[in-house]
């Protein structure tokens, strides 16, 4: 069965420093997610893809977030100047529209 | 702005018991809504998705319902199991945008 896949399953970077998280969404979807869980909250949406550009964009994704779909397969997101804060579980999803299906995450850890 | 809340926040039951986890949202005016399971540190597993125009979907042991009007769902989970100890996350798919809103989930503990 398709899945997402996100790499690596675990980062350690420290506090400044620029990290790339990478997906691998399901081939036929359309739509591409970011989603964040500080350890003990909710989940928090981050930003939405979809036709190569931005849709939709919470108030947590600022300047220092970028994302990008480099290939036609990857859907990457891009932190320029890690803060401490920064640091929780960050998950990718796809969809077509309807049902979102997410990967097991990447944990951020900002030291 | 849609609010998604839960409750029980975390419920512990015997094994066998069939139970139902609550979930509640602010803006009636949703897309869809979707229930995912969350093991301690793992990724989110999608349960079931019912659209706003269902009132309710079915898989296996679960029942999930929506009443859209009123801002509710349920999870009805038949015949509990150690294996579903977990989180249980509902999370809403608003009209306006392609994001969800995520509630902050009932931790379920089911004892052997």
């Known amino acids: 069965e398709p899945e997402v896949t996100q790499t690596p399953s675990h980062q350690v970077t420290q506090m400044g420093q620029e990290v790339i998280l990478r997906c691998v969404p399901i081939s036929n979807h359309l739509y591409f997610y970011w989603y964040r869980q500080i350890l003990g909250q909710k989940v928090e949406f981050l930003v939405s893809?979809?036709?190569?550009?931005?849709?939709?964009k919470s108030e947590i994704f600022d300047d220092q977030f970028s994302v990008e779909r480099p290939d036609g397969s990857n859907f990457t997101l891009k932190i320029r100047s890690t803060k401490l804060e920064d640091s929780a579980m960050y998950f990718c999803?796809?969809?077509?529209?309807?049902?979102?299906?997410f990967g097991q995450g990447t944990r951020l850890t900002v030291v | 702005k849609q609010e998604v809340t839960q409750i029980p926040a975390a419920l512990s039951v015997p094994e066998g018991e069939n139970l139902v986890l609550n979930c509640s949202f602010t803006?009636?005016?949703?897309?869809?809504l979707q229930w995912f399971r969350q093991d301690p540190g793992k990724g989110l597993t999608s349960l079931l998705l019912i659209q706003s125009s269902q009132r309710e979907q079915t898989s296996g042991r679960l029942n999930a319902s929506l009443d859209k009007s009123s801002g509710r769902s349920t999870l009805y989970i038949a015949a509990s199991q150690p294996g579903d100890s977990a989180t249980y996350l509902c999370a809403v798919k608003v009209n306006y945008g392609q994001n969800f809103v995520f509630g902050p989930g009932t931790r379920l503990s089911v004892l052997p």
């Open positions: 893809f979809y036709n190569n550009e931005i849709s939709e």
């Open positions: 999803a796809s969809g077509r529209n309807t049902e979102a299906f």
């Open positions: 803006d009636s005016a949703i897309y869809n």
